[in-house]
């Protein structure tokens, strides 16, 4: 396994349930880890429980290209490239079609695929110019199969699934990784303004789903992960 010392990783969405967690092992691994995220406060917060700097900090709307490029844009004065892209941002939305709204549909595709296009876009160059990187994105299940009420997050995940394999195709001369991690149900605040009747107690542990991807940043230099399906027992579906 690759060792993560002296990596250069980039968290988005490191301040969700997941995202503590994962930094903090990252940041024990011996990464030099940057954070970014929309809500300013809790970004401070996580940096000075995980150790980070200042300088380490980047405020980031992903439904906004032009904050992911201001962002990146300030990352890469620091550092000529990321090693380690680690999208976790994303929302949720559960809904009949009956009661789902076309803002709603928008907002999802707009944070879910959007997002991670504008942020791909923005990474991607200055990975290619030395031939290799990891990107490691979340669909979870629902870009795998969808279930009832999940129209808007499913088509989100789904297009992530098929674009990232996509980019795939256009780096196989390069060492340029893409990893799909397909995440169950993890007790995280991402349930909590969810209107579904879930047993949370039987989902995976945010500690345990941040070592999943802790461990598919270290692959190994003669192969790559494509992808991961985690799932709780009771919620196998694939």
Known sequence: MESLKGKNVLVVGATGGVGEPLVQLLVGSGAKVFIA???????????????????????MDITEEA??????????????EVDILINAAGVGIIKTMDTLTAAEFEHTLKTNLFGAFYLVKAILPA???????????????????P??????????????TGMM????EELKRTDIRITNLFLGGVDSPFWDNIDLRVQRDK??????????????CQQPASGVVSEMVLQPFNHQAI
């Open 203 to 216: 989902m995976i542990l945010a500690d345990e789903a941040a070592k999943a991807i802790w461990f598919l």
């Open 127 to 145: 990975m290619k110019l030395v031939k290799k990187g990891l990107i490691i994105n979340i669909p979870g299940v629902l870009g795998k199969v």
């Open 165 to 168: 394999q996509s980019i795939r």
């Open 147 to 160: 279930m009832a009420g999940a129209a808007a997050y499913s088509a989100s995940k789904y297009g992530l």
């Open 37 to 59: 995220g929309r809500n300013r406060e809790k970004l401070n917060n996580l940096a000075s429980n995980c150790a980070i700097p200042h300088d380490g900090i980047f405020e």
């Open 67 to 80: 904050s992911v490029n201001t962002a990146i844009g300030k990352l890469h004065n620091q550092i000529p």
